[in-house]
């Protein structure tokens, strides 16, 4: 094959020297020119040919980015928490080795002592006026909040409200005619589709006042989360949108610039002291919760959730399922409650296994606490509860904590 090449290149070489060699003998050689038109249209072709190229690195996720960036913002918090310290000597107080030496010099005891901690977090701006939502985890405990916006300039914000339950905050800086999100539609997201996240991980905000930006799909929706230190991460938007520490806080937007989601946790193996690194699995709350939310913490500054319901409850495991001649091990199975409790009023006794609660089928105790941690002081819960094979349906109303 590769001496049918040679012979073929050979043979052009040839005939384009006897060519030239007819060429000499007929005529002097002449220098082929193009008219000032034909330069014209090789030029207007090279333009277009420039222009497909500058269109084609111009997509809808660029043109996404170009519209939400500015209305993106990094988070610095300082917290002041009080910490109790030890007496390094109480180890010592049952030695009698050491009675009299401790015998002889002051003892201080534990004391209280106030600790200055630092933080980060990203956030966006949702109205003209400066209103920003960031997480709870983020800013919730603050005693001071700077946020920087993509201007490079600082600003003190207000924390105007917090909610633990659902992990929202609400800031509030001083100003007017701030760029600020168009808000999507969460219940109308298509898993596949173009996810965009936004935000400060690791502080990167810092360095230049500009958001990193990071593109997936949605990779899921609807998912709820096991209950974290009373959060309640329920109906969760999934996307592979790389987020790291830092990213908590900041928007997940569609290919329309529109936010849907509120990026908040990452499942992560990669951790090291500045924090956790993507592994593609993060998850965020949906804009119509986190909307709802706002709403309320514009109007009341908190959400009052300082209720209590006066029993626990536990999973069925095959031996409870057994004992109390039970099908499956689906619901929740009351193991305690209080006297004079809303539990009591309710009518509800050890043993009942709950079933549903607001029309939600209840498979673990998990399932029921999923409602209970985002209910509000005086709402009422619709129980299904199966006692000894009969089907019953109860209301229990969460009455303030005593």
Not at 40 to 52: H, T, V, W, Y
Not at 64 to 69: D, G, K, L
Not at 95 to 122: I, K, N, V
Not at 234 to 253: R, Y
Request: hydrophobic share 40%; charged share 25%.
């Amino acid at each position: 094959m590769r001496l049918f090449q040679i012979a073929i290149i050979t043979a052009m070489i040839m005939g384009g020297l006897s060519s030239c060699s007819a060429q000499n003998r007929d005529s002097s050689p002449e220098l082929q020119t193009i008219s000032a038109s034909e330069a014209d249209s090789l030029k207007g072709n090279l333009d277009r040919a420039n222009e497909s190229i500058d269109r084609s690195r111009r997509t809808a996720i660029t043109d996404a980015v170009a519209r939400v960036a500015p209305a993106i913002v990094g988070i610095n918090v300082t917290e002041v928490r009080e910490v109790r310290g030890v007496d390094p000597w109480s180890a010592f107080e049952s030695d009698p080795f050491f009675q009299e030496f401790m015998d002889m010099f002051p003892r201080r005891g534990s004391r209280t002592y106030r600790q200055e901690l630092h933080g980060l977090g990203s956030g966006f701006i949702v109205s003209p006026d400066g209103y920003i939502i960031t997480n709870d985890h983020v800013a919730g405990q603050a005693t001071k909040v700077v946020v920087t916006t993509t201007d490079g300039k600082e600003h003190e914000a207000t924390v105007i409200g917090t909610d633990r339950a659902s992990d929202v905050a609400l800031l509030k800086i001083d100003g007017e005619n701030f760029p600020y999100l168009s808000i999507g539609n969460s219940d109308d997201v298509l898993v596949g589709e173009w996810a965009i996240a936004l935000g400060n991980p690791f502080g990167l905000f810092d360095i230049n006042a500009k958001p990193t930006v990071t593109v997936g799909v949605v990779s899921n929706t609807n998912v709820n989360l096991r209950p974290q230190e009373d959060r309640v991460y329920v109906g969760m938007i999934q996307t592979d949108a790389a987020i790291s520490s830092g990213n908590s806080g900041g928007p997940l937007v569609n290919a329309l610039g529109e936010v849907i989601g509120m990026n908040t946790v990452i499942y992560s193996t990669a951790q090291s002291y500045r924090g956790a690194g993507s592994i593609g699995i993060g998850f965020s709350v949906p804009i119509k919760r986190v909307m709802e939310i706002v709403d309320e913490l514009k109007t009341n500054g908190k959400i009052d959730r300082d209720f209590w319901i006066g029993m626990n409850v536990g999973s069925i495991d095959n031996s409870i399922a057994k004992y109390l001649k039970l099908e499956s091990t689906e619901g929740a199975v009351i193991v305690e409650v209080a006297p004079r409790s809303p539990a009591t009023i309710a009518e509800l006794e050890v043993g009942d296994v709950i079933t549903e609660v607001n029309g939600a089928k209840v498979r673990t105790h998990e399932d029921f606490y999923f409602v209970v941690y985002d209910a509000r002081v005086g709402d009422t819960l619709s129980l299904k509860v199966l006692r000894k094979g009969e089907v019953l349906e109860k209301k229990l109303t969460l009455t303030k904590r005593r």
